[in-house]
């Protein structure tokens, strides 16, 4: 599996970006978790969100949680994160992340395949 990730770029504190990743290599799965991290200069990958094959569940962290929206399009093998009321704070590298055995996971061991990553820059 192969995960691109895209859509980051600069943007002022309070705005908003729309980032996306997509999957190749084969079709999603029933088990096929995803999930966005993130990392910072100098700090551990840390996690951002994570959604469940059908969408049901997810999961945020509590920096996060009522800022970012995880979605995904099985048909089209993507996944979203809407990050609304940016911070400076969020200022990191985003990486998309799959993991196959259906864990709703936080941690970044759990994930088998990692996209490349794409920069998000919130100037205050």
């Known amino acids: 599996v192969q995960l691109q990730a895209f859509g980051g770029g600069l943007v002022q504190a309070g705005g908003f970006l729309r980032l996306s990743c997509a999957a190749s290599?084969?079709?999603?799965?029933?088990?096929?978790?995803m999930a966005w991290f993130r990392q910072s200069p100098g700090k551990e990958r840390e996690f951002a969100a994570a959604?469940?094959?059908?969408?049901?569940?997810?999961y945020y962290a509590d920096s996060v949680k009522g800022r970012f929206t995880i979605s995904r399009d099985n048909a089209k093998n993507t996944v979203t994160l809407q990050m609304n009321s940016l911070k400076s704070d969020d200022t990191a590298v985003y990486y998309c992340?799959?993991?196959?055995?259906?864990?709703?996971?936080?941690?970044?061991?759990?994930?088998?395949?990692w996209g490349q990553g794409t920069q998000v820059t919130v100037s205050s």
């Open positions: 992340a799959l993991d196959p055995r259906g864990r709703l996971s936080k941690m970044v061991a759990e994930y088998a395949y």
């Open positions: 959604i469940s094959w059908s969408g049901g569940r997810t």
């Open positions: 290599g084969r079709p999603f799965s029933t088990y096929d978790v």
